[in-house]
């Protein structure tokens, strides 16, 4: 009987030992997985950075430069137009009030 007592204290104490071992290592996950979930949520936050410009690049690669030149060089004669059209104003309402 004693003998099966002491396999049995022994045991226990293996069981113990095992125990701590294992809480110890769980700690160090539970640890080590908050680490990644913080260092996860970062990378999550780049990605969507990164989608964005992405996304900014494809729609300047649809603007036709040719196309834009046009519209500058539309909007620019429009401007001389007008403006000599305010000049061509200007003189006959000068000579209507002589």
Do not use: C, H, P
């Amino acid at each position: 009987m004693q003998i099966r007592y002491s396999e049995l204290v022994a045991k226990n104490k293996r069981t113990q030992e095992d125990l701590e071992r294992i809480n110890a290592k769980n700690d160090q996950l539970l640890k080590d997985n908050a680490e990644l979930d913080e260092s996860n949520t970062k990378i999550d936050a780049q990605i969507e950075g990164l989608k964005q410009r992405v996304d900014v690049n494809s729609l300047l690669k649809e603007v036709d430069m040719q196309e834009l030149e046009l519209l500058a060089q539309n909007t620019d004669n429009m401007n001389q137009n007008f403006i000599r059209m305010l000049s061509n104003w200007n003189q006959i309402s000068t000579r209507i009030v002589q």
